[in-house]
């Protein structure tokens, strides 16, 4: 299985400062064959369910704000909001959809400080 | 664009089981993949298996094989997770996912007692 650490567990940032967030697999997500990094994040606010944010590790989801932009490649990850919002509060999951069983990261709380 | 509509919340004794329905509008089930995922009180989010409805193939996380069972219904447009020999443990809220882009609200799974 794939394991994904993110870190930190927690942050608290300041409104309009930077966030970021890493994301380490186990092994890579990388598919030569297509060049393409099997690796997506997710936002989640309390009493909602996941909504997809970056997907091929740094590919905008349509509608989602620019201020999010996701980087990395092989087995390191990054997540990061330039100018941080009140309503990005939330915890953020990385996971990895190359092999299967899919996993998750273990999820990383953003607070405003 | 595709929109997953979940059952409703279900109460359960330990050892029955549940099925919980995942009903697509808005397009074709069959054109993606579909995933479960589980979130118990607090935690993080858990990857239960997935189903490819056009090639019919299903696969399961290795801590759920041989007590969940994921199936879909290609002519309804509707994807099922049953769960079987519920424990206390197996309370969570449960989620389906349209190729990773559209959750279902979350259908909470109480196993009580």
């Known amino acids: 299985d794939i394991v994904m650490t993110q870190s930190p567990d927690s942050l608290a940032v300041s409104l309009g400062e930077r966030a970021t967030i890493n994301c380490k697999s186990s092994?890579?997500?990388?598919?030569?064959?297509?060049?393409?990094?099997?690796l997506a994040w997710y936002q989640q606010k309390p009493g909602q369910p996941p909504k997809l944010l970056i997907y091929w590790a740094s590919s905008r989801e349509s509608g989602v704000p620019d201020r999010f932009s996701g980087s990395g490649s092989g087995t390191d990850f990054t997540l990061t909001i330039s100018s941080l919002q009140a309503e990005d509060v939330a915890v953020y999951y990385c996971?990895?959809?190359?092999?299967?069983?899919?996993?998750f990261g273990g999820g990383t709380k953003v607070e405003i400080k | 664009q595709v929109q997953p509509v979940q059952s409703g919340a279900e109460v359960r004794k330990p050892g029955s089981s549940v099925k919980v329905s995942c009903k697509a509008s808005?397009?074709?089930?069959?054109?993606?993949?579909i995933i479960w995922v589980r979130q118990a009180p607090g935690q993080g989010l858990e990857w239960m298996g997935r189903i490819i409805p056009m090639l019919n193939i299903a696969n399961y996380a290795e801590r759920f094989q041989g007590r969940v069972t994921i199936t879909a219904d290609t002519s309804t447009n509707t994807a099922y997770m049953k769960l079987s020999s519920l424990r206390y443990e197996d309370t969570a809220v449960y989620y389906c996912?349209?190729?990773?882009?559209?959750w279902g609200q979350g259908t909470l799974v109480t196993v009580s007692s």
């Open positions: 092994q890579s997500v990388l598919n030569s064959s297509n060049n393409k990094n099997y």
């Open positions: 996971h990895q959809f190359y092999s299967i069983p899919l996993t």
């Open positions: 996912a349209v190729g990773g882009q559209a």
């Open positions: 808005g397009g074709s089930l069959s054109t993606y993949n």
